[in-house]
């Protein structure tokens, strides 16, 4: 029976290859070797080195390709060396276009990295397809996109980059992270590479590092197989079980998580001495309309606005339930502070210019009593005013 009328939350349980043929085990088993003896001198089986491909690792590829309904999957050791190993694909002279509030890594990856290489880039307002199509070069290979942006939520419409970008003959990458395939699958808008740090909400128990990309033919699928073999930065066995682990509870965790994001949104939008909301579930947020009709909810990601530096501190200082960490996407809450986290690699100056300013925040709502949060928020606002000389009265 074909698996293609399945619904996603059944995909990501129910995986033919997760079965272990031999003994009928339901977890697919983990593969600790380097190398693969060949019954035959002159044809080899189908795994001769764990860098080019180790099977426990092609479960977990060939799970994210169904997910996102591409050709092949690529797992890497981090959601960077994913990003990196796509650029790869590019060579000197080549151009990209790149979403202007794109997350910090990537930024460092591609004015520090890329540029060494001769490779050039344009970072574009997304947000605005003219803005978009005015920015293409004639060396322009690929336009790369977040979307929902880190960390203000930036939509960007999938199929409007894709269609300016085949028209100049560019490919189109886009992070999904997100959102996951269970909210948005860029390959089904006309995406070409699709990308996750798979570290976030796909394991989603803050004990994994990963990255993964999904190509959306088999032939762009043979050049990236070719740089993650050369470049070899591939994910290690016990990470790729652990992960296919966590990539199974994803529907109900991110399903939890949303809904308590937004609780969460509405509660601080309504809230004083918050200066502004960053959640694409709003119908005032800037390409709502956009967002829900290229992905099927808003995931579990918000940042907001406090006045000033001083205020953001204390705040910060006086909560107990979030965790005051980098990363996302986990079981437990975690709020950030772009400024020095995610986006430390960003100068000042180039920060303020995407309104990333030192009063901004970032909070990936975990499985915690919705309740609890909300309430610790509120004791924190209150004395980080009171501490601050700010009104009371919130």
Not at 82 to 97: E, Q, R, T
Not at 164 to 183: G, H
Not at 337 to 342: D, I, K, L, Q
Request: charged share 20%; net charge negative.
């Amino acid at each position: 029976m074909s698996r293609d009328h399945f619904d996603i939350e059944t995909k990501l349980i129910s995986q033919s290859s997760f079965i272990d043929v031999a003994n009928g085990a339901i977890n697919p088993p983990i593969h600790y070797s380097s190398t693969f003896h060949q019954n035959q001198f002159d044809t080899f089986g189908p795994f001769d080195y764990s860098r080019s491909g180790n099977p426990t690792r092609q479960v977990l590829e060939d799970a994210i390709a169904e997910l996102e309904g591409g050709a092949k999957g690529f797992a890497f050791t981090s959601g960077m060396a994913a990003i990196s190993s796509a650029f790869m694909l590019l060579s000197a002279g080549d151009h990209v276009l790149i979403s202007k509030d794109v997350y910090g890594g990537t930024y460092r990856m591609i004015t520090e990295v890329l540029s060494r290489f001769k490779i050039e880039h344009t970072f574009v307002n997304m947000t605005d397809l003219h803005e978009v199509a005015a920015s293409f070069k004639p060396n322009t290979k690929v336009v790369y996109v977040e979307t929902p942006s880190n960390p203000l939520l930036s939509i960007t419409d999938i199929e409007g980059i894709v269609k300016l970008a085949k028209a100049n003959d560019c490919l189109v990458f886009v992070d999904n992270t997100f959102m996951t395939p269970l909210l948005q699958r860029p390959l089904d808008l006309g995406a070409d590479i699709v990308l996750h740090s798979a570290t976030k909400f796909l394991s989603g128990h803050s004990d994994v590092v990963a990255g993964l990309a999904v190509v959306k033919d088999v032939h762009l699928a043979k050049q990236l197989g070719f740089i993650q073999n050369a470049f070899g930065s591939i994910l290690g066995v016990h990470d790729c079980w652990l992960l296919l682990r966590g990539m199974k509870t994803l529907s109900v965790r991110l399903g939890q998580s949303s809904q308590s994001a937004i609780e969460i949104a509405t509660y601080l939008q309504k809230h004083p001495l918050v200066e502004e909301v960053f959640y694409p579930g709003f119908t005032t947020h800037p390409g709502h309309s956009i967002h829900f009709r290229q992905a099927a909810g808003a995931g579990a990601v918000l940042s907001f606005q406090l006045p000033n530096q001083a205020i953001t501190k204390a705040f910060v200082e006086h909560l107990e339930i979030p965790v005051f960490a980098v990363s996302l996407g986990a079981v437990e809450s975690i709020l950030s502070y772009p400024a020095t986290m995610s986006h430390a690699a960003m100068p000042k100056g180039e920060r303020e210019k995407r309104g990333i300013t030192d009063g901004l925040l970032r909070l990936s709502v975990g499985l915690e009593n919705v309740k609890d949060l909300i309430e610790d928020i509120e004791q924190a606002l209150v004395t980080a005013s009171s501490l601050v000389g700010v009104s009371n009265q919130v």
